[in-house]
């Protein structure tokens, strides 16, 4: 069911960039066909014609949330997307250049002034601001400032303090807090002169006069209980809490495990300084899973498929560097056997079977230990564990399949001998990959790098040349 809704909200985000665009279209089309109408009062003919579409075109946008507008904008070309972004709501800006992707962002903020770029940015909390601030001019985060109360000064401080992939840079300073010595009736009746409880609010936050953490109040159980009851006689004091220094993704790992809505976060002193809720960590699993795909192809961020050339060239050159060395170290080793191709052409229609399913091996082991990396499952004491295990899959594997690969070479070149070498450089490549997929994100763990950071490119660089080399080295040795 849930994968249903999913796939209906896809459809119809696209069905709502579909309609801008034929909007878009249409606006070219008859401001062009106007433009070179030759009428009486043409000028006016043709800024009503523009206006018209404008309009239609605003209703459009007004009627989106502002992450499908965001989703708009970013399949757009940088002409349209400029135009679709004048005719956004000005105070709707700040929250929809926190939904578009980092590059779209850039564009965005570029055609904005410092003014409208302040004006944005005022809408926004203190948590969502210090989101946004690393790609603010400076003397916009300047005009914000003064903007600011004392209170939210401090609290934009803090937030653009911590690191980005830890708990203070997903912390939401934005929630309710009561005390425990008060009965539930003041609770309710505290809670109604809200014009609206903060998003995600399933639970307040029970903190004595100094706003040390005493528990939580989950908002169910606040509905059910006698209205004479003391917060203390019912809340919880026992839920897990975060400190904003811990890492994102022991948060994440946190609200997976324990299916938390919101938690709260407490400095050394257990004192309540915000909260973390499950939108903030949704986004989290979502960019670092973008970011992980990415670094695995050896992009080093997401890209504005419609960004200017040479901002792309920039992004991809250097993997693609090292993939056109590694590439002419697999021709050099190719070349080094090519006395032994002359006189076995089989071995050049059977190489590239080595090769690529020991590039294929390789990955698959790099996926299941960088995402046991990122679950914290993996200590550098279980290096030898990992080996072991990874090594034994990879035997059998080359055994089996690699045994059948012996068995088509046979049967198509009638040669046991080649069989058999087909069979053993199968093996020999597959349990190459496997050493290469453990140690690779493990030694960049360990010396705290983002193990999943071009590990596609090296493994696939490792078991061409590695594969060409054994399979060719064998065949030359038994065969030639």
């Not at 605003?58 to 972004?85: N, T």
């Not at 590059?103 to 570029?110: G, H, S």
């Not at 109040?217 to 006698?226: F, G, I, Y």
Request: aromatic share 6%.
């Amino acid at each position: 069911m849930a994968e249903i809704e999913e796939n209906h909200s896809r459809e119809d985000v696209r069905q709502h960039l579909r309609e801008v665009q034929a909007l878009l279209s249409r606006h070219r089309l008859v401001e062009g066909l106007v433009h070179r109408q030759a009428m009486p009062r043409h000028d006016l003919v043709e800024n009503l014609v523009h206006k018209q579409h404008e309009a239609a075109l605003r209703g459009k946008l007004d009627s989106l949330h502002a992450a499908d507008i965001a989703y708009i904008l970013e399949a757009l070309p940088v002409e349209d997307r400029l135009f679709v972004w004048d005719l956004v709501k000005a105070e709707r800006d700040g929250e929809i250049l926190l939904e578009v992707s980092d590059a779209v962002r850039e564009t965005l903020i570029e055609a904005m002034d410092s003014s409208e770029l302040v004006a944005a940015a005022e809408q926004l909390d203190a948590d969502e601001l210090a989101d946004l601030a690393p790609d603010l001019p400076q003397e916009v985060i300047d005009g914000v400032f003064k903007t600011l109360s004392v209170e939210e000064r401090e609290q934009l401080r803090a937030a653009m303090s911590y690191p980005e992939d830890s708990v203070g840079a997903l912390m939401d300073f934005e929630m309710v807090t009561v005390r425990e010595d008060v009965t539930l009736e003041v609770v309710l009746r505290y809670l109604r002169r809200f014009e609206e409880l903060p998003d995600h609010t399933d639970q307040l936050f029970v903190v004595d006069r100094a706003e040390h953490l005493k528990g939580v109040l989950p908002l169910n159980r606040l509905l059910v209980t006698d209205p004479e009851t003391e917060v203390g006689a019912v809340m919880d004091p026992g839920r897990a809490t975060l400190q904003p220094h811990h890492e994102a993704q022991a948060a994440a790992s946190a609200f997976e495990r324990y299916d938390l809505v919101s938690t709260p976060v407490v400095d050394d002193d257990n004192r309540l300084i915000g909260r973390v809720t499950v939108d903030a960590v949704v986004d989290f699993i979502r960019s670092r899973s973008e970011e992980e795909r990415l670094s695995q192809a050896g992009l080093k961020e997401e890209e504005d498929i419609f960004a200017p050339m040479w901002d792309s060239v920039r992004n991809r050159w250097s993997w693609l560097a090292i993939n056109l060395v590694t590439a002419f170290i697999a021709s050099r080793v190719i070349g080094a056997f090519e006395s032994s191709i002359e006189k076995l052409v089989a071995l050049a229609a059977l190489m590239p079977i080595v090769a690529g399913i020991g590039g294929n091996s390789g990955n698959q082991t790099i996926i299941m230990i960088v995402r046991a990396i990122a679950l914290g499952q993996v200590d550098p004491r279980s290096a030898r564990k990992l080996y072991r295990k990874e090594l034994g899959v990879a035997l059998i594997n080359g055994l089996m399949w690699g045994g059948l690969l012996g068995l088509i070479a046979w049967w198509l070149y009638r040669s046991i001998p080649l069989g058999l070498v087909m069979t053993a450089a199968m093996t020999l490549n597959l349990l190459l990959a496997a050493t290469v997929g453990v140690t690779i994100p493990l030694y960049r763990f360990r010396h705290g790098r983002d193990p999943a950071v071009g590990s596609s490119v090296m493994i696939t660089a490792v078991t061409d040349s590695g594969g060409f080399l054994i399979f060719l080295g064998l065949a030359t040795l038994f065969l030639v």
